[in-house]
């Protein structure tokens, strides 16, 4: 069930959630592969739990949704002043690549309008394609990258990830802000309750990042700083935030700049309504797919789970056609849509339309979808001169798709440069980083040798015997208790 481990009183009271060991997935090293996804399907399932009877806000609580409004609403607010504002979102490791997947200043281009959108990653672009993990321990150069990208800039949103409240160099940014209140608004995305925010000394410095949440929580009561923070259970793999933290982090940063970005080129309010919707599926509503031609097929069988792609009628077979007619619930023509579906829309369903062609036909659809919600957005293949690119005003987002010409390849197109990612790192790589970037296995290895006591050479043929670490650490375990019992 999906608050297993809050069905413990003293489940594993030392550790943070974020570090907790998840319950429904003890077994996973041992799991087949059909094991395997039903585990991680019901951990994901945790993230979406509501809130009563839990100990901890979740990710649907009142005061988390309304934290999303507010920080929307400062979004919104540089949106209209994008010449002396600046949002700049920032993290360390998987953090700070969502930080970067997350900023929306193409879409900003699409409009004409200025970038307004920043990021940061600990240890620069160059971690975005591979791990730097000293920089992530320098609260100093956290702040002396935030107040390098944010020169300038009167107004400046900063949005600090760190999944677990840990990260230093987040800490340092944070602590940057609260020191320039006239400036800096800071924001910190996190999933752990405040009080189980790291507390240990930062080597060079007197901050941890418990007492920096400390000041934000003071400060979010007038709101001057903003702690986001709900609690998403375990993660299915001990420790590893990339996952139930990494899609959290995704959620909450596409609402807020969904929100904002409706509100100021749409004229759609930010409310507590509009930034539930975000979360469809989670409030009893639906997802809609609605699509031209070929692409209805790929839509249904996208969505073969869920609810039909109406518009894949025309190019199904006439077995699936007789089907249709005998069971109202198979019918994914327009018809079926327009007659069974549109009437009863809210702005609590989302509409996704797919097309790349019979522009017409699709504008006059989304007008009528447009009058039952605002969440309606478009997934597009775009050619030069389409019509399609002229009707991107009428959805809450879209996504355009193009062809390279030389039909070659299609680049990942970042801010900066590509050769300047890699340019010189950020700090020094410790020794021991140094080494173990260069060596494989290098975990499971560390907890044969800690877990048994026996030599690296011997857990490097442990391992080669039986590559779960849970089994080569029962059996080098048992070959040592054997060999005690025979020594007596």
């Not at 802000?177 to 790291?198: E, I, K, M």
């Not at 009058?371 to 399609?388: C, F, I, L, P, R």
């Not at 260069?438 to 080669?464: F, H, M, W, Y």
Request: hydrophobic residues 40%; contains cysteine.
């Amino acid at each position: 069930m999906p608050g297993t481990w809050q069905l413990f009183v003293n489940y594993e009271p030392d550790l943070p959630v974020s570090e907790m060991s998840n319950p429904l997935t003890r077994d996973i090293d041992r799991a087949p592969a059909r094991g395997i996804v039903k585990m991680l399907q019901a951990c994901d399932a945790q993230m979406f739990q509501d809130e009563s009877g839990a100990a901890y806000e979740r990710l649907l609580s009142d005061r988390v949704v309304k934290s999303l409004m507010e920080v929307a609403e400062r979004v919104q607010l540089i949106l209209k002043d994008p010449q002396d504002g600046l949002i700049v979102l920032s993290g360390c490791g998987t953090s700070g690549r969502l930080a970067f997947l997350s900023r929306f200043n193409r879409k900003l281009r699409q409009l004409n309008r200025a970038a307004v959108c920043s990021y940061i990653i600990a240890g620069g672009d160059r971690s975005l394609l591979s791990s730097q993990e000293a920089p992530e321990d320098d609260p100093m150069l956290g702040a002396l990258s935030l107040k390098k990208v944010s020169g300038g800039k009167k107004r400046v949103l900063f949005i600090g990830i760190s999944c677990g409240l840990s990260a230093p160099f987040v800490a340092g940014q944070l602590d940057f802000c609260l020191q320039h209140p006239d400036v800096y608004t800071p924001v910190l995305v996190g999933f752990n309750p405040a009080h189980q925010a790291r507390n240990e000394a930062i080597p060079g410095c007197t901050l941890t990042f418990r007492s920096v949440v400390a000041r934000m929580q003071d400060l979010a009561k007038m709101q001057k700083a903003f702690l986001i923070n709900p609690v998403l259970g375990p993660e299915a793999i001990s420790g590893s935030s990339r996952m139930k933290g990494g899609s959290a982090t995704k959620i909450l940063l596409e609402a807020v700049f969904s929100a904002a970005h409706a509100a100021h080129f749409s004229r759609t309010p930010i409310t507590y309504k509009y930034l539930i919707v975000c979360f469809s599926l989670q409030c009893g509503g639906r997802v809609c797919y609605l699509s031209w031609g070929f692409l209805g097929l790929l839509g249904l069988i996208d969505a073969s789970e869920c609810k039909p792609t109406f518009g894949a009628g025309k190019i199904m077979n006439t077995p699936f056609s007789v089907l249709c007619l005998q069971d109202p619930e198979f019918g994914v023509a327009h018809d079926d849509f327009l007659n069974g579906v549109l009437p009863r829309l809210t702005d609590k369903d989302t509409v996704l339309l797919l097309y790349s062609h019979d522009v017409d036909g699709m504008a006059e659809l989304a007008r009528r979808v447009r009058e039952k919600t605002s969440n309606m957005h478009a997934v597009y293949h775009q050619t030069d001169g389409d019509a399609a690119a002229q009707q991107v005003s009428v959805y809450l987002s879209s996504l355009s798709t193009r062809v390279p010409s030389d039909g070659g390849h299609a680049d990942l197109q970042p801010e900066h440069a590509y050769t300047r990612c890699w340019k010189g790192r950020e700090g020094t790589a410790v020794p021991q980083i140094r080494s173990a970037r260069d060596n494989s296995d290098v975990v499971p290895l560390a907890l044969v040798c800690l877990l048994t006591g026996c030599s690296i050479k011997e857990a490097k043929s442990r391992l080669e015997q039986k590559p779960v670490v849970r089994e080569a650490v029962e059996a080098c375990l048992l070959e040592q208790q054997a060999s005690s019992l025979g020594s007596l």
